[in-house]
């Protein structure tokens, strides 16, 4: 006989809600898209991307890569992205 087992449990703490601190509906907006330099992580925010520009195509992408996953971000590209910026998505894990 073979028994499956649903790992999932009720929730511990309730959920706190998430207030955007921009209006991502409202008019232009440049949004970075910062790889951590995992293998995919481009290809991912790639499809971040896509998703993204197809629910909210007034909305402009910029793209980085730390390069390496161990390092944290440069001060260089941490100024850039907050030059070019109002929003970013990061690629954590692999």
Known sequence: ???????????GLPADAYDLSIDLVDGPLDV????NGFPDSVAFL???????????PH???HHY???D???????TMLDTIVAECRAVVAAYGH
Do not use: C, H, W, Y
């Open 1 to 11: 006989m073979i028994e499956f087992l649903d790992p999932r449990a009720e929730p």
């Open 32 to 35: 970075g898209l910062l790889a």
């Open 46 to 56: 790639r499809q971040v991307e896509t998703a993204l520009a197809a629910r909210l």
């Open 59 to 61: 909305l402009t992408f």
């Open 65 to 67: 890569n730390k390069g």
């Open 69 to 75: 996953a161990s390092s944290v971000v440069s001060d």
